[in-house]
């Protein structure tokens, strides 16, 4: 492809905190964003024109294919039969491809599929009622029962070690799952992994600390060995080959108590835990999504420095109005930003914003700076 600016315009399916950040990075570019979002004033609104209506609906989303020249989504609930059907009548130019978002929205097709490529997955079973539930639980003893589609930060997600809470646990989940064996692992590690037009790269190997199964810090490098770090890169990048079309990809993996490296769950988009490339990485994970999509060359995945990432989550009994205080501290540090994610309204450990600090080059170790960033994330409240 021949690059010019002014540049095309990218419509994009979603308009959270993420469509927000795609903006952001494809200013610079000369590349224009139109969002579809259902939820008027949406996050990315500030940075691009929003198309008002649901991610299923036909007219809106052909009115955001007629605004475009490719389209793109941040978010599972894309459906990618229309999709497919805007690609052929409109003659526009859709990625990742709707294949890889019919992979990977139904969590069972995924691990089948990367079961199927000998990527390295933890054993699962199809669960369709509580007897297939209590069939799992007597071959792996413990298990997280999965919603197939829908679930994040958590929500769809049940663990389960009792026979009798199967039932209770299949109601919880509200629909079709699946039971995967509780793995013994070290650490959570993610790689944002990028496919472009005939090659693929890769950001360094992260490590993920969760709480309450939601994300609240990135640290990367991971603090694992090198051998690690290399068989992470190495699974990620199998499973990219398997995934069609161009696009970021945030692949979560285990390491194992056997140093080994399993595939937990992938997403089609730039990922959360690969919010730390923004200030972290020579090109931020949102600017080559927007570069990936278009087909022109992608950017460089290095690491400027080591990097840590921290979640400003909302941490409130119930939902207010967002009014986030105690931003002195972070915003009178070096190498440390702030990124308000625009929410009209917090919710109990809703992600409202994030902190990233980069290391300045003090000779402190990695561990010192992660926890500094939670020292000044716990600083801020609302207000």
Not at 76 to 103: C, F, N, Q, W, Y
Not at 161 to 182: L, Q, R, W
Not at 208 to 216: D, F, M, T
Request: net charge negative.
């Amino acid at each position: 492809m021949t690059v010019t600016v002014p540049g095309p315009t990218l419509g994009v399916v979603g308009g959270g905190q993420l469509g927000r950040m795609l903006g952001e990075a494809a200013a610079p570019l000369g590349v224009d964003i139109v969002v579809l979002d259902p939820t008027p004033d949406c996050p990315a609104a500030a940075v691009a024109d929003q198309i008002v209506g649901d991610f299923t609906d036909p007219e809106a989303m052909a009115e955001l294919a007629a605004r475009a020249d490719a389209l793109t989504f941040e978010i599972e609930l894309a459906d990618p039969d229309l999709l497919d059907e805007l690609a052929a009548k409109e003659g526009i130019d859709v990625h990742p491809s709707p294949d890889a978002l019919r992979t990977i929205e139904d969590k069972l097709v995924q691990k089948r599929t990367f079961g199927e490529a000998d990527i390295p997955i933890p054993p699962f079973h199809r669960v369709d009622d509580a007897d297939d539930l209590r069939a799992a639980l007597d071959e792996f003893g413990s298990v997280m029962l999965k919603a197939r589609t829908g679930g994040y930060d958590g929500r769809g997600n049940v663990p389960v070690t009792d026979p009798e809470d199967a039932e209770a646990a299949i109601e919880e989940v509200g629909g079709p799952a699946m039971a995967e064996a509780f793995v013994d692992f070290e650490r959570e590690l993610s790689v944002i992994g990028v496919r472009g037009e005939g090659e693929i790269r890769t950001f360094p190997v992260g490590e993920n600390v969760h709480e309450e199964e939601i994300l609240r810090e990135t640290v990367v490098p991971a603090r694992t060995t090198d051998d690690v770090r290399e068989e992470a890169d190495r699974v990620a990048r199998e499973v990219l080959s398997h995934l069609p079309g161009r696009g970021v990809f945030g692949i979560e993996l285990f390491e194992t108590s056997d140093g080994d490296v399993l595939v937990n769950e992938v997403a089609p988009r730039p990922h959360n835990s690969g919010h730390w490339t923004i200030e972290g990485a020579l090109c931020s994970q949102f600017e080559q999504h927007v570069r990936a999509v278009l087909g022109w060359p992608l950017g460089a995945t290095t690491q400027r420095a080591p990097t840590v990432s921290a979640n400003i989550l909302g941490t409130v009994e119930e939902s207010q109005p967002a009014r986030l205080a105690g931003l002195e501290p972070p915003l009178s540090e070096p190498g440390v930003s702030l990124h308000w994610y625009g929410k009209e309204e917090v919710r109990p450990l809703r992600k409202m914003g994030h902190l990233t600090a980069v290391d300045t080059g003090d000779d402190g170790s990695i561990e010192s700076l992660l926890e500094h960033v939670r020292e000044l994330r716990d600083g801020l409240h609302f207000d």
